[in-house]
């Protein structure tokens, strides 16, 4: 479910959908406003080969995207990708997905360093932790075009109070700017994974009990 919304994500921002949807509810039919990109021949670099990463790498195979994959394990060589440093993934991808975990090493991991390698047309997609992007620096690099855009679907104090959220400053800067694209921590949320979830640590809580 988190692989798929990240895709989502990405693909809302590319081919601005919910901005064209809102015109088209108003019977403006502007096709050529709405022009975007397709996946096709782009190249996904996946920061984590996880089980999402890994999950994302296939779903991405599907749409033609050439993938790069960045991770601290060693990992079995495969025609279906190559395993490249940080630094050169950041460089080379079109579109960049978080899949690690929340670690001090990975505190900020996205900072104002790491953005300075990015393209300009780099979209960065974040389905992890919200502290794993400085977003301070996020939201520099939008404000000054030095990246195309973002998709979040959560971000560093999702557990504030609804006026702090409110005037949270990457939700401000999303309500005027449809190149930041935020959603409520929704990754995990379908029928599916959480009946799936539900099972896992029941059949988890029998092994143990059993014992």
């Known amino acids: 479910a988190t692989s798929e ?19 088209a509810k108003n019977g403006i039919w502007a096709r050529e406003k709405f022009s975007g990109f397709q996946l096709k021949e782009k190249v996904i670099g996946i920061i984590g080969y996880g089980r999402l990463g890994k ?9 033609g995207l050439k993938i790069l994959i960045n991770d ?6 495969s025609s279906n990708f190559r395993k ?4 050169y993934l950041l460089k080379k991808s079109d579109y960049i997905f978080l899949h690690v975990h929340l ?3 990975t505190n900020k991991l996205i900072n104002k360093k790491n953005i300075k390698l990015m393209k300009k047309n780099a979209i960065l997609i974040n389905t992890s932790r919200g502290k794993l992007i400085d977003e301070k620096a996020l939201l520099n690099s939008l404000k000054k075009k030095k990246i195309a855009g973002a998709g979040l679907d959560m971000i560093d104090g999702e557990w504030l109070d609804k006026k702090k959220l409110y005037n949270h400053k990457l939700i401000k800067f999303s309500r ?18 959480i009946v799936g979830a539900r099972k896992f640590i029941l059949n988890k809580a029998y092994r143990i009990i059993k014992r």
């Open 5 to 23: 919304l990240a895709f989502c994500l990405l693909l809302n921002l590319l081919r601005k959908s919910f901005e064209a949807n809102k015109e």
């Open 72 to 77: 601290v394990k060693k990992i079995k060589k």
């Open 55 to 63: 999950i994302t790498a296939k779903i991405a195979k599907g749409f």
């Open 176 to 193: 005027k700017h449809s190149k930041l694209l935020i959603l409520p921590h929704i990754g995990g949320s379908t029928y599916e994974s």
């Open 84 to 87: 490249v440093k940080l630094d």
């Open 103 to 105: 670690t001090p090493k």
